[in-house]
């Protein structure tokens, strides 16, 4: 299933505009992304598919948090802290049930649906990107996040029926689109 809102060109532009400040969002996303992964660890550690392919996914985010604090000092730039990301907020406030079975589905499924968005907009950054390290880099993450976007659904698949899964993907969609296209547009992942 593909994302059912696209973000518009003027994202794009906003992030070219302040790159420094959509680099310093995109660290802390990274951040938080491999903190949700060994989160979801500690909560179900008996799924020992989940727990082996989630440690990974959240080496590879910390991997890529380091890969982008290189490039903001590289840049001679600072971190800055950790705002609160409202698309994630927003989407776990109106998206995530409560119950330990149905909590997993959402999250997990939640879990593809925010790496399917991150994979759309870093292939708009490095298709914005003039040729060298900075666009291989995005593109390389488009890869990598695609990947994710597949695991995470395939835990789900695995733990939970086809169908369920695939009716509550649809669901969580139509409701990223929704949060998606409310939510200003800045230079920031999300």
Not at 96 to 106: A, F
Not at 136 to 148: I, N, S
Not at 161 to 166: D, K, N, S
Request: aromatic share 8%.
């Amino acid at each position: 299933m593909a994302l059912l809102w696209a973000t518009p060109p003027e994202w794009t532009a906003a992030v070219l505009r302040d790159f420094d400040a959509f680099l310093r969002d995109h660290a802390a996303a990274e951040k938080k992304a491999s903190a949700t992964a060994l989160t979801l660890v500690s909560h179900y550690p008996d799924r020992t598919l989940l727990v082996e392919s989630l440690i990974e996914v959240a080496r590879e985010e910390l991997d890529h948090f380091q890969q982008v604090w290189r490039l903001i000092a590289a840049r001679g730039g600072s971190l800055g802290g950790d705002g609160s990301d409202d698309y994630v907020a927003i989407l776990a406030k109106k998206a995530v049930r409560r119950g330990s079975d149905v909590y997993l589905l959402d999250r997990l499924l939640l879990g593809s649906v925010f790496e399917l968005r991150g994979c759309e907009r870093f292939g708009l950054v490095a298709g914005a990107l003039p040729a060298g390290a900075l666009k291989d880099f995005y593109a390389g993450l488009v890869r990598t996040e695609a990947a994710h976007r597949q695991l995470y659904l395939d835990l789900a698949r695995t733990y939970f029926q086809p169908g369920e899964v695939e009716a509550r993907y649809e669901e969580l969609l139509n409701i990223e689109a929704r949060v998606a296209a409310e939510l200003p547009i800045r230079a920031a992942l999300h």
